[in-house]
């Protein structure tokens, strides 16, 4: 969190100290979830009001250069072989011509080392090289560390923790936040590791991007990129059944 903020710094986002800044984005997590800082040994409660933290998310993601962003994309374009061309082209595609009303989710499932990161990472140029937004995101940090622009889906999304069968919650988003802003303006998300998610996550996502842009389709209309590799490890279900670990799989979501 605090190399995030002294990146922010660094671009002028921020005007406060960094360990100000950490501690009011933590107090504001916790708050989220019924706490404060307060209810921790050693920490008191800090006054926000003070904070002239204003992340532009959506003057973070437009940072992107079109020219720089054109050149790894067509670079890496030529190197894609047939299988990432394919899911490529379509993708791009499914970008270029979405209206909001023709839903267009994907689903890339292949072996480690396959070469998913270096397509979603060619997507993301391409998307970006035409001055549009494309939120890259991970069920995994390890994960979003290898996309370009990348985050935990969770601290992307602010997904609530935990979350229940019977949920029917949305994300920590509010309608006129700078994230609702950057989430209703993104032209495609690319989810990488979701099949380590629980339904009920992606569920979330779904019904928070429905909430914000208002549209009744699978992820509020948004193109969305979902991949990893189905043999790699399922959803973590503490002390579940190997039934109840089947269905927590994104396959059996209604999405
Ligand atoms: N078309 C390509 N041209 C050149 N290098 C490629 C291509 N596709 C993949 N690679 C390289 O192959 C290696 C493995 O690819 P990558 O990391 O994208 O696989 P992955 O499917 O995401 O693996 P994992 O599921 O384990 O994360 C990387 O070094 C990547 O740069």
Not at 106 to 119: A, E
Not at 135 to 140: D, H, N, P, T
Request: hydrophobic share 40%.
């Amino acid at each position: 969190m605090s190399e995030d903020i002294v990146h922010d710094m660094n671009n002028n986002l921020i005007h406060n100290s960094e360990q100000f800044v950490v501690l009011c984005l933590i107090q504001q997590l916790l708050k989220s979830h019924g706490k404060n800082l307060a209810d921790f040994p050693g920490f008191s409660n800090i006054d926000e009001s003070n904070i002239t933290f204003t992340p532009n998310l959506l003057h973070e993601q437009c940072q992107y250069k079109i020219e720089e962003q054109t050149v790894v994309a067509d670079k890496n374009e030529s190197l894609l072989n047939s299988d990432q061309h394919h899911v490529y082209q379509k993708v791009v595609d499914a970008t270029e011509q979405h209206t909001n009303t023709n839903a267009t989710a994907y689903f890339v499932d292949g072996p480690g080392g396959s070469g998913k990161t270096f397509l979603y990472n060619t997507i993301l140029a391409r998307i970006r090289s035409k001055g549009k937004i494309a939120l890259a995101v991970a069920s995994l940090g390890i994960a979003a560390e290898l996309l370009n622009g990348g985050r935990t889906a969770h601290s992307r999304f602010k997904i609530p923790i935990p979350i229940s069968e019977t949920c029917t919650c949305t994300c920590n988003i509010s309608r006129n936040s700078a994230l609702a802003d950057l989430t209703k303006n993104t032209a495609i998300i690319v989810w990488d590791e979701a099949p380590m998610i629980h339904k009920h996550i992606l569920e979330c996502v779904h019904r928070t991007l429905c909430d914000l842009t208002q549209i009744d389709k699978p992820f509020g209309g948004k193109v969305v990129l979902l991949g990893g590799d189905f043999r790699q490890v399922l959803p973590v279900i503490r002390h579940g059944t190997q039934a109840e670990i089947i269905n927590s799989y994104i396959m059996q979501s209604f999405l």
